[in-house]
Antibody, heavy 121, light 106 residues
């Protein structure tokens, strides 16, 4: 059974960098069938896609966040990471990592439990 | 950039059929997925590739997609189905989510 687990600080100061890691267990992060992605949800609001990474390291980003986002994959440690720079209060959200199925138009068939990140001084 | 539009809310009586629309330009040319999200929980995939149900999703959940509108249909709606639903598509190597629809069962 695939499991994804987000980890990282729950509190980040404005202007600093938000860094999260998603550890994948029970499945292969090097499978050609999947992308690995980050999605966030501000309190009381809808889902916002941040970006995805393929096991080769190829990335796709939300254009509205692209200048601040880096997503990378560490296949040896079966995990992938998110860095979001110059954060503001608007970046406060629950951050989810997810597995996207390549042939199913990136349907996200498995999600982590989510981690709340608050941006505040 | 591509956009998906959902109504903020839809109401249905218990046992009746609920239809939740998701609209976008030429959406019928793309595959659409649907997610159910209950309060405090992660989203769950209920429909992918327009009309396919993942293992473990009840048969009362179905989907269709044609023209500019995809629709999630819940037959014999139960009280437990009252929650938020999101559509999602893939366009130009980006993942797009609709704004979400709150389904009320009353």
């Amino acid at each position: 059974q695939l499991q994804l687990q987000e980890s990282g600080p729950g509190l980040v100061k404005p202007s600093e960098t938000l860094s999260l890691t998603c550890t994948v267990s029970g499945g292969s992060i090097t499978s050609t069938s999947y992308y690995w992605g980050w999605i966030r949800q501000p309190p009381g609001k809808g889902l916002e896609w941040i970006g995805t990474v393929y096991y080769t390291g190829s990335t796709y980003y939300n254009s509205s966040l692209e200048s601040r986002v880096t997503i990378s994959v560490d296949t040896s440690r079966t995990r992938f990471s998110l860095n979001l720079t110059s954060v503001t209060a608007a970046d406060t959200a629950v951050y989810y990592c997810a597995r996207h199925v390549v042939v199913a138009a990136a349907a996200a068939d498995s999600w982590g439990q989510g981690t709340l990140v608050t941006v505040s001084s | 950039s591509y956009e998906l539009t959902q109504p903020p809310s839809v109401s249905v009586s218990p046992g009746q059929t609920a239809s939740i629309p998701c609209s976008g330009e030429k959406l019928g040319d793309k595959y659409v997925s649907w997610y159910q999200q209950k309060p405090g929980q992660s989203p769950v995939l209920v429909i992918y590739q327009d009309s396919q149900r993942p293992s473990g999703i009840p048969e009362r959940f179905s989907g269709s997609n044609s023209g500019n509108t995809a629709t999630l249909t819940i037959s014999g709606t139960q009280a437990m189905d009252e929650t938020d639903y999101y559509c999602q598509a893939w366009d130009s190597r980006t993942v797009i989510f609709g704004g979400g629809t709150k389904l009320t069962v009353l």
